[in-house]
Nanobody, 121 residues
Framework: QVQLVESGGGLVQAGGSLRLSCAAA????????MGWFRQAPGKEREFVAVVSWSGGSTDYADSVKGRFTISIDNAKNTVYLQMNSLKPEDTAVYYC??????????????WGQGTQVTVSS
């Protein structure tokens, strides 16, 4: 079992940037593909981005493509989400997850506790 801890959330103005980090401990980190999801109040959890364990493949939701970048550092057991040109509609709790390369939450067996991102207009 792998344990995940997110950090880096906060309050930022529209157009600003944040970098989220997700540190993993436990089972070999490089066994998993890693994803980021988000959930806004009153909405379902939605896919943001996923990266393969090697870092060679990535996939993004259309709503963040060109603004967000996911990356993985296996030496540090950490996955990152660089978020640029943030919009108020990006406001949500962001979760990292470990599992299979997919857009579906059910493909991920381990989740972090989440970190709040708030974008003011």
């Amino acid at each position: 079992q792998v344990q995940l801890v997110e950090s880096g959330g906060g309050l930022v103005q529209a157009g600003g940037s944040l970098r989220l980090s997700c540190a993993a401990a436990g089972r070999t980190f490089s066994s998993y593909d890693m994803g980021w999801f988000r959930q806004a109040p009153g909405k379902e959890r939605e896919f943001v981005a996923v990266v393969s364990w090697s870092g060679g493949s990535t996939d993004y939701a259309d709503s963040v493509k060109g603004r967000f970048t996911i990356s993985i550092d296996n030496a540090k057991n950490t996955v990152y989400l660089q978020m640029n040109s943030l919009k108020p509609e990006d406001t949500a709790v962001y979760y990292c997850a470990a599992g299979a390369f997919s857009r579906y939450p059910g493909s991920f067996g381990a989740w972090g506790q989440g970190t709040q991102v708030t974008v003011s207009s």
